[in-house]
């Protein structure tokens, strides 16, 4: 009776540690936002091996901004929007929109902060929340993805979109990208906390005797060693023309080991504490955290990665 009980317990506990923040306000799904980012710096590594797992040099970046809600702005590629920072560093005048996927159990209101710091620095944004908050098979939340994509394109006309996915929604966007024509359709590929090689989370379930993640599927694809994981990363991390990043904390208490949050292939591999040692970022955190939103603003810009430490 009492493993009755707390059964549902820790499903709940599992799906807000492998997600995105907890908020208070509820969102549907694939809820739309314009945003633009803010630049700030923070701290990259890239050029990890496949075996590894670790990254490998470190650069500097920041990136720009503007506000907009239509279609993508018609000016000179290389005119940029004056940032809410000041520092000219705002979205190109042609920047591609910018969808920001949640992590399991992450409802879009929880993305919204993260929206709004994009769209101060111009970027047109929408929020992706995942079917069934993500609880279901990923490759099913991808194809939903697909359509999603396809309608934020045909609003804008514009030909590219740019990905800032957390945690769960990282893997989601990869498979979209993988296997499901993504590559031709996504420029910018950013992940904040994704376990890309799996998660001990996930497989703990089965060591409290709750079997199978306690038959949530979404974590039974997460965990080490998984079919699902050992197809996705089959081939190239990488695949396409799409500019890969990922970003990373030692204290990310949900993803386990925290390498395995990495990719190799020439994505560009970011660790918060490699630059800001005492900077502390949980696994939630990472969606509002300043240093974090640096990393995020110097990627969608090309940017070189330089974390800025004291970033708010």
Known sequence: ????????????????????????????????????????????????????????????????????????????????????????????????????????????????????????????????????LGLGDIAASAGSLRTFVGKVRTSTGAAKIDLVAHSEGGLVSRYYIKNLGGGDTVGRYVSLGTPQYGTYVANMLAFLGLGSCAGIV???????????????????DTPGPVRWTTVRTWQDELVRPVDNATLADGATNVLIQAKCPLRVVGHLALVVDGTTYSIIRQALRDHPINPSCLAL
């Open 218 to 236: 979404a974590c039974q694809q997460m965990t080490i060693g998984s079919s699902f994981l050992a197809a996705l990363n089959a081939g190239d």
């Open 1 to 132: 009776m009492l493993l009755r009980k707390a059964v549902p317990v820790l499903a709940l506990t599992l799906a807000a540690v492998l997600s995105g923040p907890p908020a208070s306000a509820a969102a549907t799904s694939g809820a739309a936002v314009a945003a633009e980012a803010p630049a700030t710096t923070a701290a990259v590594t890239s050029g990890p091996s496949a075996a590894a797992k670790t990254p490998a040099r470190t650069v500097a970046a920041e990136a720009p901004a503007t506000t907009t809600d239509g279609p993508a702005v018609t000016t000179a590629a290389d005119a940029s929007v004056v940032s809410a920072a000041g520092d000219g560093l705002g979205a190109l005048a042609n920047a591609n929109p910018v969808i920001v996927v949640g992590g399991l159990s992450g409802i879009a209101a929880v993305y919204q902060p993260l929206a709004a710091r994009l769209r101060a620095d111009g970027y047109r944004v929408w929020v992706y929340e995942l079917p069934n």
